[in-house]
C-alpha cells in the first residue's frame, strides 16, 4: 500500500466506521508549512471587498483537507475555491493578477462574453500574466449567472499545473431581475487532489449499458487504453466530508446550492438523502423546465444550480455516489437544527441523468424550434488508446490540435455543431466565449437549455446550435485536462 492508497483508506475507515471524524485513526505526513488549524473553516467563499476591482494572487499554498491531511497546491489568494467575485450584469470589472509563481499562467473567465485577448486562453492569443509579474484583465460582466474562473495553462505529464491545482473560484453574475426565492445560498464545488497516473478507469459507471450509442463502432478498439488521472482524495470546497463545518439549514427552508465542477479528470453524481434537487439552471443559465431530481451529474467545467427544500430534519451527508468519492472525502454533512446526530448517507433510487427533461418539450415544438441552421459541423473525436509516454492522445477530425483553418466562422450565422463522440469515454465539451443551445442527444429532440458545456456520452452524439455573435479566436475542447493537453482541442476563427 502506497502513502497515498494509506492516505485514502486510513480516512475512510474514520467515515465509514462512523467514529469522530475529526480524530482521524492515522497520522498522514504533515507539509512543514502546515499552519495552525484555522478555527472556523469556511463553507463558502467570501465576497471581495470592492465591487468591480479585485485582485488574485497566484502562489503556492498548502489546504488543509482535513485535521492533519494537508496538500500542497498553488491557488489564488491563499483561499480553495479562489475569492468569490461577484459582479452585476453590464458592470465594468477589473480582475489585477499577480503572479507569484516561477511559470507563466492564464485566468480562464469560464463562460463569459470577453474578448480573446482577455479570455485567458494561449490559443486564443491572450497575453500570459508572467512569472513574477501581474497583468489586468478588464471586461464588462455578461451574461449574468453562475460563471467560474479557473487557470487554463497546459500541464501535460505535469500534475501540478493548470486544473490539477487550487487555481479556480467562483464568480457570479448577478442578475437584476433575480426573484431571489430562497433562504440561503451556498456554493458547492467538487474537487480530487494529489493526482496521480494510473492504469485504472476512472469514469467507470459511466457508460449506461441502455445508452443508444449512435457512434459505437462495429469493431471494438483492441488497442490497451493508456494511463488515466486518478486521485487518492476528494472534497467539497477545501474539506474532505466531515472535516469541514455542516451546511447549517431550518426544516422548510429554501437553499440555493450553486455546484461547479472544478475537477481536473472526473464526472460526479451527488445526492442528498430524502431531498430533491430543483434544478433551475444549467451552466449559469435558467433551464425552460425545471424539475425535480434525486441525483445531479456534473461534468468538469459544468455547474448547475438547484433550490432544495429542506423537508426532512436530521443530519445527512450530501455526497458522491460512489463509496470510494465519498469516502474519500466528497460530501458535506446537512445538519437541521437541534438535530446534532451522526451523519448518515443512503444511496439514492435509480436515476438517470437526462438534459433533455429541463428543455421545451417535443410536444410543444422543440424540433420546429429549430429552423435549419446556416451551416451544420460535423466533428468526430477518436481516442488513440495509449500513444506517446503511455497516454491516449485525442483525434478531432482525424487529427490532434492544432487545427489552423478547419473551423471558420462568419459573424451573424447559426452554426449547428454535430459531436460524435466514437470513443469509450464520456466527455464534456466546451466552447469558449460563447453559449449554445442543445438541440439534440442521443437523437433526443430538445429546445431551450444554453449551455457552454455540454457531456457528450461515450459513443455518444449530440448537436448543438452556436450563432456567430462574438468575433475572434474561440478555442474548444474537452474539459479534462488530460484529453485537452494530449490533442482534444480545436480552435474556431470568424472569416
Ligand atoms: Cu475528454
Not at 431581475?177 to 494529489?194: H, K, M
Amino acid at each position: 500500500m502506497n502513502r497515498r492508497d494509506f492516505v485514502r483508506f486510513g480516512w475512510a475507515t474514520v467515515i465509514a466506521t462512523g467514529t469522530d471524524m475529526r480524530q482521524p485513526a492515522f497520522a498522514a505526513p504533515q507539509h512543514p508549512m502546515a499552519p495552525e488549524p484555522r478555527a472556523t473553516p469556511r463553507a463558502t467563499p467570501r465576497a471581495s471587498a470592492r465591487a468591480g476591482d479585485f485582485t488574485l494572487r497566484i502562489a503556492p499554498m498548502i489546504v488543509e483537507l482535513a485535521p492533519q491531511v494537508v496538500v500542497s497546491t498553488i491557488g489564488y489568494s491563499n483561499k480553495v475555491p479562489g475569492p468569490l467575485l461577484r459582479m452585476r450584469e453590464g458592470q465594468r470589472v477589473a480582475v489585477e493578477v499577480v503572479n507569484d509563481t516561477d511559470v507563466p499562467e492564464y485566468v480562464h473567465w469560464h463562460g463569459l462574453f470577453v474578448p480573446s485577448d482577455v479570455d485567458g486562453a494561449e490559443e486564443e492569443g491572450t497575453p500570459p500574466v508572467p512569472p513574477h509579474g501581474r497583468r489586468r484583465y478588464q471586461f464588462v460582466a455578461r451574461p449574468a449567472g453562475s460563471r467560474w474562473y479557473h487557470s487554463h495553462t497546459a500541464a501535460m505529464m505535469d500534475l501540478h499545473r493548470g486544473t490539477y491545482t487550487g487555481q479556480f473560484g467562483f464568480l457570479m453574475i448577478d442578475s437584476a431581475n433575480d426573484p431571489g426565492l430562497y433562504d440561503q445560498e451556498v456554493f458547492l464545488a467538487l474537487r480530487e487532489w494529489e493526482p496521480y497516473l494510473t492504469t485504472m478507469d476512472q469514469d467507470e459507471g459511466a457508460m449506461d449499458p441502455s445508452d443508444p450509442m449512435p457512434e459505437k463502432p462495429a469493431q471494438p478498439d483492441k488497442r490497451p487504453n493508456g494511463l488515466e488521472v486518478g486521485a487518492p482524495l476528494y472534497s467539497i470546497n477545501d474539506k474532505m466530508l466531515g472535516a469541514g463545518e455542516p451546511l447549517r439549514v431550518q426544516p422548510g427552508q429554501r437553499v440555493l446550492m450553486h455546484l461547479l465542477n472544478a475537477s481536473p479528470s472526473q464526472i460526479h453524481r451527488v445526492a442528498l438523502y430524502g431531498h430533491s434537487f430543483q434544478v433551475i439552471a444549467l451552466d449559469g443559465n435558467p433551464v425552460p423546465r425545471p424539475q425535480l431530481v434525486d441525483v445531479i451529474e456534473i461534468a468538469p467545467g459544468e455547474r448547475v444550480d438547484a433550490i432544495v427544500e429542506m423537508n426532512h430534519p436530521g443530519t445527512w451527508i450530501l455526497g458522491e455516489l460512489r463509496n470510494v468519492a465519498r469516502q474519500s472525502g466528497m460530501g458535506i454533512v446537512v445538519e437541521y437544527a437541534n438535530q446534532q446526530q451522526r451523519a448518515r448517507w443512503l444511496p439514492p433510487p435509480k436515476w438517470r441523468w437526462d438534459y433533455t427533461i429541463f428543455g421545451t418539450p417535443p410536444a410543444f415544438g422543440a424540433t420546429a424550434a429549430h429552423a435549419p441552421p446556416d451551416e451544420t459541423i460535423d466533428m468526430v473525436f477518436e481516442k488513440v488508446p495509449g500513444g506517446p509516454d503511455g497516454i491516449n492522445h485525442w483525434l478531432v477530425n482525424g487529427k490532434e490540435y492544432p487545427h489552423e483553418r478547419e473551423f471558420v466562422l462568419r459573424e451573424g450565422r447559426r452554426y449547428r455543431l454535430v459531436f460524435h463522440n466514437r470513443s469509450d469515454d464520456s466527455h464534456p465539451l466546451h466552447m469558449h466565449r460563447h453559449l449554445f443551445e442543445l438541440v439534440e442527444l442521443n437523437g433526443k429532440p430538445t429546445a431551450g437549455i444554453r449551455k457552454d458545456t455540454v457531456i457528450v456520452p461515450a459513443f455518444g452524439r449530440a448537436a448543438v446550435d452556436l450563432v456567430a455573435d462574438h468575433p475572434g479566436l474561440t478555442l474548444f475542447h474537452c474539459h479534462i485536462q488530460q484529453h485537452m493537453d494530449f490533442g482534444f482541442m480545436a480552435l474556431f476563427r470568424y472569416a
